[in-house]
C-alpha cells in the first residue's frame, strides 16, 4: 500500500543552518505531496504542498520539489530560526473508500539552537 | 478563540472506563476526522464523518466510536479504554472544496490509560 517514509529525528542545527529532512514515498501513480507542521503544543498546520512532478512548493522560506525519479519530496529551508522547532510530516494524498485520505509519515522532529 | 476545540486537552484514565473526547469547531466544515498520533507512528485515522449522516471507519476504528451530534460537533468514545490506546488524539476538520488536502486540527488531547 502508499506509504511515507520520512528520516529519523531529532535534528538539531544551530540558527541560521541548513536544513534538510527527508521524504520519500511509495505510491501508484503521481500523488500530490503535502508538508504538515506541529508546533510544540499545538495540532498540525498545512505548511506547503506539491500537486505534479517537478512542482516545487513553499511557504516562510521552506521549500520542497517534487520528484518522480526518485519519488522524493525532500523539505529544505536556507536559514532556520529557533521559532522553526517543531515536528515535520511529510504525507501524501490517495483516493481510497470514496474520497482523498492523507496518508502521514511519522514525523521528524527539529530542535534549532540559538 | 480556536477554530477547532477539543476538551479536555489531557485525561488520565485507569482500564476499562468509558470515556469521551469531545471536538467543536467554528469553521463551518462539514468535513470532521479523528486522529490518534504515537512516537514514531505519525498519525492514524480512526474515524472520519463528511456530514451528520455520514460516518466510517479509518485504518484503526477497533475500540472506538463516534458521535456527529451536529455539523460543528464530533466526539469520540472509549468503551472500555485499554493502555495501548494511550496516545495523542487529534480532531481534525476540512472543506469539501479543498478535496481533503487541507485539514485544520485541534491542539489535541493527552489521553493516559493506567
Known amino acids: 500500500g502508499d506509504s511515507v517514509t520520512q528520516m529519523e529525528g531529532p535534528v538539531t542545527l544551530s540558527e541560521e543552518a541548513f536544513l534538510t529532512i527527508n521524504c520519500t514515498y511509495t505510491a501508484t501513480g503521481y500523488p500530490s505531496l503535502f508538508w504538515y507542521v506541529q508546533y510544540p503544543g499545538e495540532g498540525l498546520q498545512l505548511l506547503l504542498k506539491a500537486t505534479k512532478a517537478d512542482d516545487k512548493g513553499s511557504n516562510k522560506g521552506f521549500e520542497a520539489t517534487y520528484r518522480k525519479e526518485t519519488t522524493s519530496f525532500h523539505l529544505e529551508k536556507g536559514s532556520v530560526q529557533v521559532s522553526d522547532s517543531a515536528v515535520y510530516f511529510c504525507a501524501l494524498i490517495r483516493f481510497s473508500g470514496g474520497y482523498n485520505k492523507l496518508i502521514f509519515g511519522a514525523g521528524t522532529r527539529l530542535a534549532v539552537h540559538p | 478563540d480556536a477554530d477547532v476545540t477539543q476538551t479536555p486537552r489531557n485525561r488520565i484514565t485507569k482500564t476499562g472506563k468509558r470515556i469521551m473526547l469531545e471536538c467543536s469547531q467554528t469553521?463551518?466544515?462539514?468535513?470532521m476526522y479523528w486522529y490518534r498520533q504515537d512516537p514514531g507512528l505519525g498519525l492514524r485515522l480512526i474515524y472520519y464523518?463528511?456530514?451528520?449522516?455520514?460516518?466510517n471507519k479509518g485504518e484503526i476504528s477497533d475500540g472506538y466510536s463516534v458521535s456527529r451530534q451536529a455539523q460543528a460537533k464530533f466526539s469520540l468514545s472509549l468503551e472500555s479504554a485499554i493502555p495501548n490506546q494511550t496516545a495523542l488524539y487529534f480532531c481534525?476538520?476540512?472543506?469539501?472544496?479543498?478535496?481533503?488536502?487541507?485539514?485544520?486540527f485541534g491542539s489535541g488531547t493527552q489521553l493516559s490509560v493506567l
Open positions: 481534525a476538520t476540512s472543506d469539501a472544496g479543498t478535496g481533503n488536502e487541507k485539514l485544520f
Open positions: 464523518s463528511f456530514d451528520v449522516k455520514d460516518i
Open positions: 469553521k463551518g466544515h462539514d468535513r
